[in-house]
Every structure is written in structure tokens, then in C-alpha cells.
Nanobody, 117 residues
Framework: VQLQACGGGLVQAGGSLSLSCAAS????????MAWYRQAPGKQRVLVAR???????NYADSVKGRFTISRDNAKNTVYLQMNNLKPEDTAVYYC????????????WGQGTQVTVSS
């Protein structure tokens, strides 16, 4: 099983970016999917999470600006980021709880998001 993230890049403050992350391989089902981020010198933290039923939760710092969604038919999770701020600059990682022979948590490779002021 692999998670392939794409999107990200450089944007000015107030701008928007969209991330996507597709799971591939031997997949029976996917439970929760999420996005985390890690800024330089800081720990990796949860940004947004969506469960298999579509319920979502967000870090307080991104509520009202970021939207997480998923396409179960494509095994893909998305993160729409609007009104970006310099403090959103980080490497963003996708994460998924995937069941094939057993339930495991998988991580994508990370994608850089840089917001200039």
C-alpha cells in the first residue's frame, strides 16, 4: 500500500492551494484519512481528519479556512486551503488507516507548502 501526495507549492498570504493524496495497492477498506503538517523545528501536528462516514474535525488554527474531503471510489483525500497565512508554512503529510490483511496506518511522503508574507 502506498499513499501518493501531490499539490502544494509557493503562494502568497491570502492565497489558496489544494492538496490531494491517493492510496493504492492491496486495499480492502479505508477508515479515517487525515492531513498532518510539520513546520521546521516543530512536531508533526494534526491539521484535519475525515472518517469513513464523512465526519470531519480540524485544528483550531485552520477552522474556517481549510476543508478536508474524500472520494472513496478513488481512495483519495483532499485538502483545500484558503486564506493561507505564513504560519501555515510546513511539510504536509497525508495519513490513512487502511485495512488489507490487517488494519494499519500509512503515511504519504510529504509535500511542501510555503506561504510568503
Amino acid at each position: 500500500v502506498q499513499l501518493q501526495a501531490c499539490g502544494g507549492g509557493l503562494v502568497q498570504a491570502g492565497g489558496s492551494l489544494s492538496l490531494s493524496c491517493a492510496a493504492s495497492g492491496s486495499i480492502r477498506s479505508i477508515n479515517a484519512m487525515a492531513w498532518y503538517r510539520q513546520a521546521p523545528g516543530k512536531q508533526r501536528v494534526l491539521v484535519a481528519r475525515i472518517n469513513s462516514g464523512g465526519s470531519t474535525n480540524y485544528a483550531d488554527s485552520v477552522k474556517g479556512r481549510f476543508t478536508i474531503s474524500r472520494d472513496n471510489a478513488k481512495n483519495t483525500v483532499y485538502l483545500q486551503m484558503n486564506n493561507l497565512k505564513p504560519e501555515d508554512t510546513a511539510v504536509y503529510y497525508c495519513n490513512a488507516e487502511i485495512e488489507n490483511f490487517r488494519l494499519r496506518t500509512y503515511w504519504g511522503q510529504g509535500t511542501q507548502v510555503t506561504v510568503s508574507s
